[in-house]
């Protein structure tokens, strides 16, 4: 399975970005989706997730309200919408894949495959 983000870059407080992780491999629609996001000297942390079929979508609280996930398997793509962004938001964003539909979703360990990144700045 291969993950490739994309849609990341510079942007000032308040302004938008949605991210892209396009996959190719296995059956996309098989497996449960999620973001992370690593700041520097900070450990990975879980933003968002969305199971198979988009029935069950989950959202770490600082940022609810704000990002939304989203996934289209016909296109085998992973989104992620995130509005009235903060310098707090300032990361690298990660998407990631596991088979497991529930549980843990905040759990990095428990995923099985991962992308290479793409840089989120937020300018105050």
């Known amino acids: 399975v291969q993950l490739v983000e994309s849609g990341g870059g510079v942007v000032q407080a308040g302004g938008s970005l949605r991210l892209s992780c396009a996959t190719s491999?296995?059956?996309?629609?098989?497996?449960?989706m999620a973001w992370f996001r690593q700041a520097p000297g900070k450990e990975r942390e879980f933003v968002a997730g969305?199971?198979?079929?988009?029935?069950?979508?989950f959202y770490a609280d600082s940022v609810k309200g704000r990002f939304t996930i989203s996934r289209d398997n016909a296109r085998n793509t992973l989104y992620l919408q995130m509005n009235s962004l903060k310098p707090e938001d300032t990361a690298a964003y990660y998407c990631?894949?596991?088979?497991?539909?529930?549980?843990?979703?905040?759990?990095?360990?428990?995923?099985?495959?991962w992308g290479q990144g793409t840089q989120v700045t937020v300018s105050s």
């Open positions: 990631a894949t596991r088979r497991l539909q529930s549980g843990r979703e905040n759990y990095a360990p428990s995923y099985d495959y």
């Open positions: 969305i199971t198979r079929s988009s029935d069950g979508r």
């Open positions: 491999g296995r059956t996309f629609r098989d497996f449960f």
